[in-house]
């Protein structure tokens, strides 16, 4: 199964609102990623928040992560049009030494202008 | 710098042909990795390397699939015999130093398997 389960699967929103996706995983795990994918296109990252943080920011963008619920969210404020894509977040899963980057199933959020 | 350069962006192919992508990382990346992308099983790690020796290649669904890296700067994943199950956007990433930081993607080979 996915370690990370983003919520909700599919997001429209007007244009100028936030938008909010939230990630769950399973495993603890060192640090949290989100990347965006524009359709037809390769993952781009946007941010990486490490296990002993609880809140970082980049531009219009917030993630907040909670170790103990095991769970992360992404925060898009002032959503443009061009914020339309899918929305990954991805951790780095421990299993037996043998680390990868696994990434849940997406959140894909469309901006109506 | 170019920036993760797969080919070819698209390949359509019959069932039983040989079916080979190639990835070019960014120059000084030391690790290197192969996912594939289906709408059913999401995203999948199928193998990565560091320092071009393959480390997990337990993501590889079967025998049919294969990977080589010649060098720090090409990659392939080979598909020998195809089946129409193995279409699916497969994509090459890199990254300096593993997990620890951000992976860089290609644009990705969409491969469709007849």
């Known amino acids: 199964s996915q370690q990370g389960e983003e919520d909700p699967q599919a997001l429209s929103i007007q244009e100028g609102e936030n938008a909010t996706m939230n990630c769950s995983y399973k495993t603890s795990i060192n640090n949290l990623q989100w990347y965006r994918q524009n359709s037809g296109r390769g993952l781009v990252h946007l941010i990486l928040?490490?296990?002993?943080?609880r809140e970082k920011h980049s531009g219009r963008l917030r993630v907040t992560l909670d170790t103990s619920k095991k769970s992360s969210s992404l925060l898009i404020t002032a959503s443009r049009a061009a914020d339309t894509a899918s929305y990954f977040c991805?951790?780095?899963?421990?299993?037996?030494?043998?680390?990868?980057?696994?990434f849940g199933t997406g959140t894909r959020l469309t901006i109506i202008p | 710098d170019a920036g993760v350069i797969q080919s070819p962006r698209h390949e359509v192919t019959e069932m039983g042909q040989e079916v080979t992508l190639r990835c070019k990382p960014i120059s000084g990346h030391d690790y290197l990795f192969w996912y594939r992308q289906t709408m059913m099983r999401g995203l999948e790690l199928l193998i990565y390397f560091n320092n071009n020796v393959p480390i997990d290649d337990s993501g590889m669904p079967e025998d049919r699939f294969s990977a080589k890296m010649p060098n720090a700067s090409f990659s392939t994943l080979k598909i020998q015999p195809s089946e129409p199950r193995d279409s699916a956007v497969y994509f090459c990433?890199?990254?300096?130093?593993?997990?620890?930081?951000?992976?860089?993607f290609g644009e990705g080979s969409r491969l469709t398997v007849l």
């Open positions: 991805a951790t780095d899963e421990s299993n037996f030494g043998n680390e990868k980057l696994t």
């Open positions: 990433a890199s990254s300096f130093g593993g997990w620890t930081g951000e992976l860089f």
């Open positions: 928040i490490r296990s002993n943080e």
